[in-house]
Every structure is written in C-alpha cells, then in structure tokens.
C-alpha cells in the first residue's frame, strides 16, 4: 500500500502531469533509493530526469558533506557551509521519506521502514555510505567516539573534534588513528593532519601531530609527504604500520592509543576506526564477508541479490576509490542503466572517472585522478591515465587546485542538491 | 491543455539525448558547470570539446588534471561525448 499510496502522492505533488510516469512511457515502475547522500540523492534526481517514479529514504532533514569538513575541523570553515537539503529534489517530484530503512525483502521487492510502513520497489539502489566498526578496535565504541572523536561522519563528530583541538593547550599532543584499506576517503586522513598541522602550526606551535597508521602506503603520499616537510617540519609525524603505527587498542579515559610498539597518550585523540557498508546493506544481504557490496561494474546491481543496485562507499567498485566524486558518478551510470533495464533493454557499459581534491594548507591543493572501466567484472583503472599532481609543481599550480576543490564542491552539491 | 502538452514535450525533448549518453560522459559534470573557475560545457561546440581533449592528451595544452583524464579516452570516445554534451543545449544556462 505504502508504494500506491507513493506513486499517488507524487502524482498529487505539484507539476506532477509532468512527470507522471505513465504519461512518458516508463509504466508504473518504482525506483526507491536508500541513502540521501552524493550517491543517493545524485542517483534519485538523475532517475527523476530519466521519468522514473522515484521514492528517496534518509532519515535526516539535511545532509552534512564530509568533504571540506577537514577545513570545519581546523576551524577554516563553517558546518553550515556542508549542509544542503532535499528541496531540490522534491521540486523535481522526488518523494523524500525521512526515515531509516531497517529491511528488504528482496524475493517481494519491500523496502521496511522504522515505524513500520513497506514501499514496494521495482528496483532498489542502497546508497548507505559507510557504517563504523565499533567492534573492530578494542576499546573503541559509541561511547569512547565521545572522548576519542572519530569525526568520519560529517556532523556533531565534526565539531566535538574541532571543540577539543580549541580547548588544547598551546604545546599538546594531536594523535589520529589512520585504519587499513578499504575506507571511505583514502585521502582523507592526511588532509586532516595537513589542516590540523595549519592550526597547530598557526595559534599553538608548540604542539605535535602524530599520525599512526595501520597501512605502510597511503594516497597522494609522496605528494603529502613533500608538504608536510616544506609546511609543518618538526610538527607532524607520520608512524606507518611498518613502524609499529597499528593502532591495536585504545583507552577512552586515559585518551591512550596503543600500538604494537608501545603506547601514546594525547590530548586530543582523533581514531578513525575500521568500516563497512551501511546497516541497511547488511540486512539487505548485499554485503559479503568483507562487511562491503560486490556489484556488477556496469549495472550496479548487486552480486548477491537481484533486484538492488549499491552504489557509493558501500560498494566494491574495484580500483576506484570511495569517494563522493565517485559515488555521484556511479549514481548517474547506475541511473542510466536502471532506466534503460525498466525498458527492457540491456545497458552499455560505461566508463567512469574519479577526481580527488586534498588540501594541505588553505591555497595548496592537490589531487589525484583516474579512469576506469568494466573489465573481468571489475572496474578497473584505464592504464595511461590518471595519477596524482606533479610533485615539482609551482605555487601557482597548487593554488589552482585549491580552487578547483571549491568549484568541485560548488557543483556537485549543486547538482546533487541544488 | 496547451501548457501541459509542451511541459511534456519538453520533458521528453530533454530525456532524448539523457538515454543516449555515451561512455564516460556522466562524470563530466561532476566538475563543469556553468557558473565558477570550470567551464561549462553543454551546448559548446563538439568540434571545440574533442580539440581540447586531444590537446590535453598530447600535452600541447596546459592541465591541473584534465592532461591525466583525457588519457583515459580515445578519439572515438572523445568525438561522443563531445557530441552528446554540444547537444544538450537545453540544459545549459537560461
């Protein structure tokens, strides 16, 4: 009934005639979208233009962007400046529910809400984004993630962490606790260490960064790594598994992180434990062992169940990264495909690029690239292209790229939200 | 009646080009839009797109980052796109 009682109220929303999908030739069909985040709301507004009836579930009024909330944290920018709403895509005649979704019933295409209702689906894409792992790192749950923010979710995360690094005195102690791959943002972690760096670096220069790190390589490394000794020597320190930079266990009370090698107390501790898909693909049985979603690079659609799409950082995308650049791009293609299978057709495959802007002081960006393509059942990277900014580059150069970065997050929220 | 008819014909006028995008066209958008530092590239030229992409590829023309996208597309690629995004003048600014 829910799903009826969906497809009538889009109908009763306003320019409904436009788009009332049996005026334009897709039938009755339904997509529901689980997630309103780059790759939910980007995939639900790109299925609204393709006139396919569409229902978007978030349970949040707005959505808070994580990236350049590395800059909310270092205090170089507002939270408010990451937030957008849903108003763009309810103009269009998407269907926005705010609310959880706490089960699919594949074999009947249900979607179960947390008060209980079910939309009936004819395709479901799961855009969850990622779920943190509180039972991953010994010591570490919801509970620590108030003394020991992890801040890997835009929001109250964001500001707790940029609250704590304001409270610390002039001459403390920063530790951030990078986790093995796969994660959302492989960048991400060292572009907060640049940007807490900055602040450290401007108002309390007798502190140190200590970064521990559960990888021995990391992206744009040599990139950072060249920043970090021409910006911020002395201050921030880099430990790589190698080194014994594993965080193995951590102690909320004592703001205490402990490694294979020893042990570091903080006085901010920012732990950035390990993830997996959302809860709703681990309901849905889309996720693998691996705690993420195996899908078909072309389709979209899930290895394990038929029926649903995932799309964003819940899904094993091969070599591209977890990222919002990606996940838009997976949403357009995933959209594309859908509408094209409602026809009854086969969709073609589609290649796909991702762009990665990182900041290491205000005014010096740097990016990497690549381009990938269905092959052997992956995506796999297009070899000859992509790569990171050159490492001899100009001030000019990195400065063009900060400004890049700003007019990326201009237009993909815009487009996503706007 | 009247008014309902072209907002239909409009909307298919506008779905038209969307079922026949080719590949790698979606992520265009990511970055070009109309307004800020990145051009916009709908309703330009395809001519004028598929000679930048080939100047970005050989390296004649200068690149923050489209040297290392365009790479990954050949000719024929390039020439769809560009085609597709020339098309989608609807789409470009008011």
Redesign the interface.
């Known amino acids: 009934m829910p799903g009826r009682r969906a497809v009538l109220q889009g109908i009763a929303a306003g ?1 409904a ?3 009332a999908p049996s ?2 030739g897709q039938g009755t069909a339904r997509v529901v979208v689980v997630g309103g985040g780059f790759g939910g709301a980007g995939c639900a507004r790109a299925l609204r ?3 396919v009836a569409v229902t978007l579930v978030e349970p949040e009024e707005r959505f808070t962007a994580c990236p350049f909330s590395n800059e909310v944290i270092a205090g170089l920018r507002d939270l408010d400046a990451q937030r957008f709403g849903y108003d763009g895509l309810r103009r269009e005649g998407v269907e926005i529910v705010h609310r959880s979704a706490t089960a699919v019933d594949a074999r009947y295409r249900r979607v179960r809400l947390d008060d209980g209702t079910e939309l009936a689906y004819d395709r479901l894409v799961l855009a969850p984004g990622i779920e943190l792992r509180f039972d991953a790192l010994p010591g570490y749950d919801q509970v620590a993630a108030e003394a020991m923010p992890h801040a890997w979710k835009a929001g109250a995360q964001t500001l707790l962490l940029r609250r704590q690094l304001e409270a610390m005195p002039d001459g403390g102690v920063v530790a951030i606790a990078a986790p093995a791959n796969p994660f959302r943002c492989p960048p991400g972690p060292y572009e907060r260490a640049s940007l807490i760096a900055h602040y450290l670096k401007t108002r309390k220069p007798r502190s140190k960064l200590i970064v521990l790190d559960a990888k021995d390589a990391f992206s744009k490394q040599r990139l950072f790594q060249a920043a970090w000794e021409a910006l911020y020597p002395g201050l921030l320190e880099w430990v790589p598994l190698s080194s014994g930079g594993r965080v193995t266990e951590v102690d909320a009370a004592t703001r205490t992180l402990v490694t294979e090698f020893g042990s570091h107390r903080a006085d901010v501790a920012n732990v950035i434990p390990p993830q997996r898909a959302g809860a709703i693909a681990q309901a849905a049985g889309v996720a693998d062992q691996t705690g993420w979603c195996p899908i078909d690079p072309v389709t979209f659609e899930s290895r394990l169940q038929t029926g649903i799409h995932v799309i964003g950082d819940a899904a094993i995308a091969g070599a591209m990264p977890k990222s919002a ?1 990606a996940a ?2 997976q949403a ?2 995933c959209a ?1 495909a859908i ?2 299978l409602l026809r009854g057709e086969a969709p ?6 991702n ?1 990665c802007y990182s900041l290491v002081a205000p005014g010096y960006g740097i ?1 990497v ?3 990938y393509r269905p092959a052997d059942g992956l995506l796999r990277e ?1 070899e ?4 990171t ?1 050159p490492l001899d580059a100009p001030p000019e ?1 990195r400065e ?2 900060a ?2 970065a700003e ?2 997050f ?3 929220t ?2 996503v939200f706007g | 009646m009247t008014t309902r008819l072209l907002l239909v014909a409009l909307a298919v006028l506008a779905a038209a080009p969307a079922a026949a995008q080719p590949s790698g066209a979606a992520s265009c958008a990511g970055c070009h839009a109309a307004a800020g530092p990145v051009p916009g590239l709908e309703g330009r030229p395809a001519a004028e797109i598929a000679a930048a992409m080939a100047a970005f590829r050989s390296g004649e023309r200068p690149a923050t980052v489209m040297d290392r996208i365009a790479k990954g597309f050949s000719d024929d690629e390039t020439r769809a796109i560009a085609e597709w995004l020339a098309g989608r003048q609807d789409h470009a600014r008011p």
Do not use: H, P
């Open positions: 320019g005639a436009l788009w005026v334009l233009r393709r006139d650049f838009n791009g357009q293609v594309a509408a094209t073609a495959e589609q290649k796909l690029v762009t990016s690239a690549g381009v297009v000859g292209a992509g790569g900014s150069f063009m790229e400004r890049y007019a990326w201009e237009t993909i815009g487009s």
